[in-house]
């Protein structure tokens, strides 16, 4: 039967003579070949799943879905392996990549206030405390991180950017890659740096008590620098008393000797190796942060704060200085209250 089937469609195929009475067109045999042979129809063919038509985005979605959950088990496992061959190493990699991914979000919030002030022409003494203060802290951040990023450009340089940020991470690093520890023991050496420029500070106080031409102001000015001597720390009355001295000769910014500015400059934890017109601008810019933030802080409230906002502005050098050598302002006041309370 199937060597007849055979010899049926070569004959069909070329027009063999053993058909001579039958004349019809080569594709209608064709057909009734296939026919004849079996060929599937259309309505005989298996119908496709519709998981199968996916669009191209669908497509897309899925690996990348596929993509991530493999390397989040990936990433489990190379936890996993470094906590339990090199438990010190990954003490390390863990407080990285934490502070990546804070850094991160750090700068998607910047970016998020920084386009809410430029839709609506908010300048930045005009945003609330919580976002001034973020602004700000974020800008320090950055300026370490470009400074790492610079001296790290030449060749095989970055091998000694590690060396150093491991052996000098409070001068290079920036508050999200301390650990817990560091936080602490850079707090303690923030204020002994503060400590150490107080009498120098104090003897230059002493020193222009006799430029003062107004004797209430002069005695005054005595009764300040004595109640530091003896440890006592100075109320607000006492300071604003003294607002004159400090807003004209001769304690007045413009009158300042260099020698003066690199003091005060160490007290704010401010590189003093500058020249004296630098030092006097960044002075005044640092001043001027101040006063916003103490304004933005008095409208917010001290009372607002978080206790969590309280620790992280008392591990902050920046903040920690403006609350301590600040009384007088609102972040002074709201800093002695709630550390008195923290301790």
């Known amino acids: 039967m199937a060597l007849s089937r055979v010899c049926w469609a070569r004959a069909v195929l070329w027009g063999s003579a053993a058909t001579p009475g039958l004349h019809v067109p080569r594709k209608l045999q064709l057909v009734r070949c296939g026919l004849a042979w079996g060929a599937p129809r259309l309505f005989d063919l298996p119908c496709r799943s519709s998981k199968l038509h996916l669009s191209p985005k669908a497509d897309v979605k899925s690996l990348i879905s596929y993509v991530a959950a493999k390397t989040k088990v990936i990433n489990g496992k190379y936890h996993r392996f470094l906590g339990r061959h090199f ?20 700068a998607k919030k910047a970016r998020r206030i920084k386009t809410n002030m430029w839709k609506h022409n908010i300048k930045f003494h005009q945003l609330p405390y919580r976002e001034m203060e973020h602004l700000r802290q974020f800008r320090r951040d950055v300026t370490k991180c470009l400074f790492l990023g610079i ?8 091998y000694l950017v590690f060396l150093l940020m491991y052996l000098f991470p ?5 508050q999200h890659f301390w650990t817990p520890k560091q936080q602490i023991d850079f707090l303690d050496i923030y204020h002994a740096l503060r400590k150490q420029s107080h009498p120098e500070i104090l003897c230059y106080l002493e020193k222009v008590i006799p430029l003062i ?4 102001l002069r005695w005054h000015m005595t ?46 934890l401010l590189t003093p190796h500058l020249p004296p017109f630098l030092l006097r601008r ?3 810019t640092h001043m001027a942060v101040i006063h916003q933030l103490d304004k933005a802080l008095a409208k917010l409230g001290v009372g607002q704060l978080t206790l969590q906002e309280v620790k992280s502005k008392l591990s902050c050098p920046s903040c920690c200085t403006t609350w301590s050598c600040f009384p007088s302002t609102t972040l002074g006041q709201g800093a002695e209250r709630t550390r008195s309370g923290w301790h």
């Open 87 to 106: 438990p010190r190493f990954y003490v390390l990699y863990t407080i990285f990549m934490k502070g990546l991914q804070m850094f991160w979000a750090d």
């Open 151 to 158: 001296i790290s450009i030449p060749p095989f340089a970055n």
């Open 170 to 174: 409070r001068q290079l690093l920036i």
């Open 213 to 216: 031409s107004d004797a209430g």
């Open 223 to 268: 009764e300040l620098c004595t109640k530091i001597q003896h440890g006592t720390h100075p109320t607000v009355h006492d300071i604003l008393a003294l607002r004159q001295c400090f807003s004209n000769h001769p304690l007045g910014m413009n009158q300042l000797h260099a020698l003066q500015m690199k003091a005060l400059s160490r007290a704010m």
């Open 282 to 284: 960044r002075l005044n």
